[in-house]
């Protein structure tokens, strides 16, 4: 079962950036390549709902809140995924998680002061 440990997450005010990574293991290359990565999140009191997700192919889609500020990405030869998050605002803060083939991360906490 793969293990994903997420970091990048904190506090930062509005219009800053954040980089969040989350690191593949227990998975050989070859898995990583093939499957697709998702970024969610989870506001306080609301469901958790998906931020961004690429397949193996690079085909990548963005939740409409937050396209043309956040961008996701992933280096296969780390066997990590990235969401590169500018230009945040109040209402982005939430527990970020990524997702791997039915795997979770353990949740980072981003809060975006106004």
Known sequence: QAQLVESGGGL??????????????????????????????????????????????????????????????RDNTKKTMYLQMNNLKPEDTGVYYCNFDKNWGQGMQVTVSS
């Not at 050989?28 to 697709?36: E, G, M, N, R």
């Not at 969610?40 to 963005?62: D, F, H, T």
């Open 12 to 73: 930062v005010e509005a219009g800053g950036s954040l980089r969040l990574s989350c690191k593949v293991s227990r998975v050989i290359l070859s898995t990583f390549v093939s499957k697709p990565m998702n970024w969610y999140r989870q506001a306080p009191g609301k469901q958790r709902e998906l931020v961004a997700g690429m397949s193996p192919g690079n085909i990548i889609s963005y939740a409409d809140s937050v396209k043309g500020r956040f961008t996701i990405s």
